[in-house]
């Protein structure tokens, strides 16, 4: 019981400097060519299955709801990889613009998307599918 308490309570307190590293990380990465390669590949290898197995293939991009902006560049980068293929993608930045940061994160210390957001995506999602012509009634 001890333990949960410190744990819950270490959580509660705003703690910027946790995802330091994280993001320097993260932005060197994306930096290097042979990554943004690989991952492209994995993102292709995702289009093939479907294909190959005639799966409808929907995206949903996510940004990283703790730092819209700092980050949009990877975002983007998928959104671009998928579009100039033809797949039907879903900008979550785009449905969250002008809400307020805690609408659509889970809290402060927790950036997983909201109750809210998932709403956002769900109702954009049924829109997208609905408007899919290749799909059966």
């Known amino acids: 019981t001890f333990s949960y308490i410190v744990n ?8 910027p400097w946790i995802n330091i ?3 320097s990380y993260l932005e060197m990465l994306w930096s ?21 197995n005639q799966i409808p293939l929907f995206v949903i991009v996510f940004p990283d ?4 902006e700092r980050f949009m560049f990877v975002s983007d980068h998928v959104l ?12 979550v930045s785009e449905l969250v613009k002008g809400c307020e940061k805690t609408d659509i ?7 997983h998307p909201s109750i809210k957001t998932h709403k956002l ?12 012509s290749s799909l059966p009634n």
Request: hydrophobic share 35%; proline share 3%; charged share 25%.
């Open 8 to 15: 819950t309570g270490f959580w509660m307190v705003p703690n």
């Open 21 to 23: 590293e994280f993001n």
């Open 65 to 68: 709801l703790a730092d819209l």
């Open 105 to 111: 994160v889970v809290n402060f210390q927790d950036s």
């Open 32 to 52: 290097r060519e042979d990554i943004v390669q690989s991952h492209e590949k994995e993102l292709q290898s995702i289009i093939d299955y479907c294909e190959v």
């Open 121 to 132: 995506v769900g109702k954009k999602l049924v829109s997208l599918i609905s408007q899919d």
């Open 80 to 91: 671009k990889y998928f579009g100039e293929r033809g797949i039907p993608t879903i900008d």
